[in-house]
């Protein structure tokens, strides 16, 4: 929890939090890799299989599948990839071991990154419905509720995960391997390509990922209006296992 107790001569808690996500937020945004990690790639590739048919995406309209999809790929852009490889260099560098013994404090610290976090999700989630309306998207009788819920969810397990990695790896190997993680995801996790199309004996396997939990239940929302509650208690399964395992093994130096 964040130390209520400020310093003397320190500003509020919540102000050095909300000045420290500022910093995040403009961190990210100055960097041209990290935009088009989380803006770019997410915004191109729902046009590309919207207007393509590169991949068969089964009976139904092809926007309101990808639509979901897409989102939870924007996601895992920024709470896994992006932050786990800021994270890792972060740790590398020494920055995370001086900003930890500063007023701000360690809690503090998780805690502008968290809202950094989510300022950037709540950016791409405007920017990707926005484009996904304009090529035909019309998610009437949505339950906001529940995908909000579902969106959170994985937002707290992707980002236990990129704090996982960047907490116990070389900030080399956090980079390929979040890269690595985030191209297999993409191809086999459920974003864009259907589990179904994969071989029955895999069935079980891809639809316990993260990745796959998290776009199907932004689908079930979002398309269907209603909550996929099998994804919800996978994303909370690797939420609690992720944050359990940071929590006993981050290295901060």
């Not at 960097?31 to 729902?46: A, D, K, M, R, S």
């Not at 990154?113 to 009788?141: D, F, H, M, N, Y």
Request: aromatic share 6%; no cysteine; net charge positive.
């Amino acid at each position: 929890m964040i130390d209520l107790q400020a310093r003397p001569g320190a500003a509020q808690p919540l102000s050095r939090v909300t000045a420290h996500a500022r910093f995040e937020l403009a961190q990210l945004l100055r960097n041209g890799e990290q935009l088009l990690l989380t803006l770019v790639i997410p915004t191109v590739l729902l046009v590309l299989f919207a207007k393509v048919d590169v991949v068969d995406l089964g009976p139904g309209s092809r926007i309101a599948y990808l639509t979901p999809g897409i989102i939870a790929l924007a996601i895992m852009s920024t709470a896994f990839t992006a932050q786990a490889i800021a994270t890792g260099f972060e740790r590398r560098y020494g920055v995370l071991k001086r900003l930890g013994t500063t007023p701000l404090g360690r809690s503090g610290l998780v805690a502008g990154k968290t809202l950094a976090v989510l300022a950037i999700e709540l950016g791409q989630g405007v920017l990707l419905a926005t484009v996904a309306v304009a090529l035909g998207w019309r998610p009437s009788g949505a339950a906001w509720g529940a995908a909000l819920g579902v969106a959170v969810l994985g937002t707290a397990a992707f980002s236990g995960l990129a704090l996982l990695l960047a907490g116990t790896l070389r900030a080399e190997a956090t980079l390929a391997a979040a890269n690595l993680v985030y191209l297999l995801l993409l191809l086999a996790g459920g974003i864009v390509v259907p589990v179904s199309k994969f071989p029955d004996a895999l069935h079980g396997m891809l639809d316990r990922l993260p990745s796959t939990a998290l776009a199907d239940g932004l689908r079930a929302a979002l398309t269907h209006g209603t909550a996929a509650w099998p994804d919800i208690w996978t994303l909370a399964a690797w939420a609690a296992v992720a944050i359990t395992g940071t929590v006993l093994t981050f290295r901060w130096d």
